[in-house]
């Protein structure tokens, strides 16, 4: 793990006047750009060649003569054969010489390793560097010890397929695609073994994978994405903060639940396990009986990354939830970083953000309020790692 003081070192060659907000361009950049020239940055993305469009011209910004926003949020593009290039020295070297700020993302610590990004990745990082490989599943201290330790609630593990008696999911890697999912659902070590030998006669899932999965309890309930937000800086008010909460669209698994069940019967053998991929999110709010608990979840979650991970998370992170029939959370999984359903608060923000603010609060806004907040305090330090 690179030491916190030579990242902070950096900071002594930086024009903190000029500063840039620096993002790869996937996952959330939009929402991290679209924040960072609300609070008035200049912002990058890190682009991989043949999927810059999105970055480069669709929402490009143009500014006027006096250098402001006239439309879209995207300064600048560094456009890479592949997003791991930004490793190379001459790159980290230019993202420095342009005062870049890192914020990173789930698409960072997917296409770039994991080692890279704690040992090697010589910029000044907003957020928990060495929290985002506890979201890798299956390490000596993955996202589900940090639960533990911190006593917080997570559907039960099942070790054993055999032991399957009850609905249960078993996630795992896609075997083409493979940064998705090639979760799915089984009752029995009988249907385990009668989706898992078609999954892999599809192609979606090999054995090794399979090997490698992680079982535990299907929560039958709503899905809700819990974004919160940590300030190391603030001294007024509350230190943790819920900004928003969003919910995902899957597919094919969006798709399966539109059918009737007969209609389902008679899709194709190929058709008929559906795959959990992500491909959108939609906003939403909870009940407020429930927001007390979800505060204490957070609240457990802050206290204990502190206490395992010094300094603990910085800025926004995601407890991934379901909520069973009698109102209990369980958490399925947590992102140490800013979430995958946030650019449903561009611009808008959320209502829960918005109100605590009184203003249209997104997570990339309140990222860059907060680094505008730690550079005129003098608190960078504090932030990066």
């Given at each position: 793990m690179i030491d916190r003081k030579s990242i902070i070192e950096l900071l002594e060659d930086y024009d903190l006047d000029k500063v840039k907000i620096g993002v790869i361009g996937s996952h959330s950049a939009l929402d991290t750009c679209d924040g960072a020239v609300q609070e008035g940055f200049h912002t990058l993305a890190v682009c991989q060649e043949g999927r810059e469009s999105p970055y480069s011209r669709y929402f490009r910004a143009h500014r006027d003569r006096s250098g402001k926003l006239r439309r879209g949020m995207v300064d600048e593009v560094m456009?890479?054969?592949?997003?791991?290039?930004?490793?190379?020295?001459?790159?980290?070297?230019?993202?420095?010489?342009?005062?870049?700020?890192?914020?990173?993302?789930?698409?960072?610590?997917?296409?770039?390793?994991?080692?890279?990004?704690?040992?090697?990745?010589?910029?000044?990082?907003?957020?928990?560097?060495n929290l985002l490989r506890s979201e890798d599943r299956g390490g000596p201290k993955d996202y589900y010890w940090l639960l533990e330790k911190a006593g917080m609630p997570f559907p039960r593990k099942i070790t054993d397929p055999k032991d399957i008696n009850s609905l249960t999911i078993v996630k795992l890697h896609h075997a083409q695609k493979k940064l998705e999912r090639g979760f799915f659902t089984c009752a029995s070590y009988k249907e385990y073994k009668e989706k898992s030998e078609q999954l892999m006669k599809d192609g979606v899932i090999d054995q090794d994978c399979l090997d490698q999965a992680r079982m535990e309890e299907y929560i039958i309930g709503p899905v809700f994405n819990l974004d919160f937000f940590y300030s190391p800086l603030e001294n007024e008010g509350e230190k943790i903060e819920l900004l928003g909460v969003d919910w995902r669209f899957e597919s094919s698994l969006d798709g399966h639940v539109r059918l009737p069940a007969g209609q389902q019967l008679t899709l194709k053998e190929e058709q008929q396990i559906p795959e959990y991929t992500v491909c959108g999110h939609n906003s939403a709010t909870i009940r407020e009986s429930l927001l007390e608990s979800a505060f204490e979840l957070a609240e457990k979650y802050?206290?204990?990354?502190?206490?395992?991970?010094?300094?603990?998370?910085?800025?926004?992170?995601?407890?991934?939830?379901?909520?069973?029939?009698?109102?209990?959370?369980?958490?399925?999984?947590?992102?140490?970083?800013?979430?995958?359903?946030?650019?449903?608060?561009?611009?808008?923000?959320?209502?829960?953000?918005?109100?605590?603010?009184?203003?249209?609060?997104?997570?990339?806004?309140?990222?860059?309020?907060?680094?505008?907040?730690?550079?005129?305090?003098?608190?960078?330090?504090?932030?990066?790692?």
């Open positions: 456009l890479l054969p592949k997003f791991r290039d930004i490793m190379k020295e001459e790159n980290m070297k230019r993202l420095r010489s342009d005062n870049i700020l890192f914020i990173p993302n789930r698409s960072f610590t997917s296409y770039v390793s994991m080692d890279a990004v704690e040992d090697d990745f010589m910029v000044p990082l907003v957020g928990s560097r802050v206290a204990a990354a502190k206490e395992h991970f010094s300094p603990g998370i910085i800025g926004p992170f995601c407890l991934q939830t379901c909520v069973d029939k009698d109102l209990n959370f369980y958490i399925y999984d947590v992102a140490p970083r800013i979430g995958g359903g946030t650019n449903v608060h561009m611009s808008v923000g959320h209502a829960y953000g918005n109100s605590l603010w009184r203003t249209d609060m997104s997570t990339g806004r309140r990222l860059a309020m907060e680094i505008r907040h730690a550079i005129e305090e003098d608190r960078l330090h504090e932030i990066i790692t």
